[in-house]
């Protein structure tokens, strides 16, 4: 079982995601920021002499970890654009953590027969397309829920600081919201349902295909609250796809 056990590590623009995986399954994350390396269970991955595995386009968080895990005589594994096998056809600066997710959600599909659109909606809203046989297609970059409240309170003299969580108390999307506090938070969530359903437009044009719709990413349950059509809500994605990704470079070997 240990030597089905990784550590994997998510290293996001704000924060690490990470879990012990065994058999590609995981029902949990934790979070930890990114100056919190100490935190995490080094001596529980010691005892259990499995590999810490991450994935991250930071770096110096990478090589932390891999300092932290040479100190710890753990063995270490970054996956990267150029060690993954599984998605093909990607350009040089591609996140390797839209890659993870794209690897989860195959794996997620048994019998997959159309092309894959991953929507992570994390600081940044990233949608990432793949299709049956693991080419990338394309995607893009949007600011994501957070950025977007933090954004209009810098950038503005007179709007005020929004705290995103607050969006909890929505039940209904209102086009006519009648507070400062509710317009923003109704506007923000309306505004990534409808690059959803846009992009998922636009894509059908450009490739004649009805591919799985994947959400991740901390608040994909919100989005998803308001947007019934997605075929897989999965917070644990990109995790599962360093597991899967790490498994497969194994295999390569």
């Known amino acids: 079982m240990e030597n089905n056990t990784i550590l994997a590590i998510d290293v996001g623009n704000s924060s690490l995601h990470w879990n012990f995986i065994t058999n590609g399954k995981v029902d949990s994350y934790n979070r930890n920021k990114h100056t919190e390396l100490s935190l995490l269970p080094w001596d529980e991955v010691t005892t259990k002499h499995c590999p810490v595995v991450i994935a991250g386009m930071l770096p110096h968080m990478n090589d932390a970890v891999q300092s932290i895990a040479s100190d710890y005589n753990i063995k270490f594994y970054e996956i990267n654009l150029s060690n993954q096998n599984l998605i093909k056809s990607t350009y040089p600066t591609l996140g390797i953590d839209r890659v993870c997710d794209l ?40 600011a994501g829920c957070e950025v977007e409240t933090k954004g209009l309170a810098n950038l503005t003299f007179s709007l005020p600081h929004v705290e995103f969580a607050k969006e909890q108390k929505i039940s209904k999307l209102n086009l006519l919201s009648k507070t400062t506090e509710d317009s923003i938070l109704h506007g923000i969530v309306i505004g990534q349902v409808a690059l959803v359903e846009y992009y998922l437009t636009m894509l059908k044009k450009e490739t004649s295909a009805k591919p799985k719709i994947i959400f991740t990413g901390g608040n994909a349950s919100t989005i998803a609250r308001f ?22 470079s194994l295999v390569a070997k």
């Open 103 to 142: 690897i989860g959600a195959i794996n997620a599909f048994p019998s997959l027969n159309s092309p894959i659109t991953v929507f992570d909606f994390g600081s940044a809203t990233t949608i990432t397309s793949c299709d049956k046989d693991g080419n990338f297609i394309g995607g893009i970059i949007k």
């Open 227 to 248: 947007y019934k059509g997605y075929n897989l809500l999965d917070p644990y994605l990109t995790l599962k796809g360093i597991y899967h990704c790490y498994k497969s």
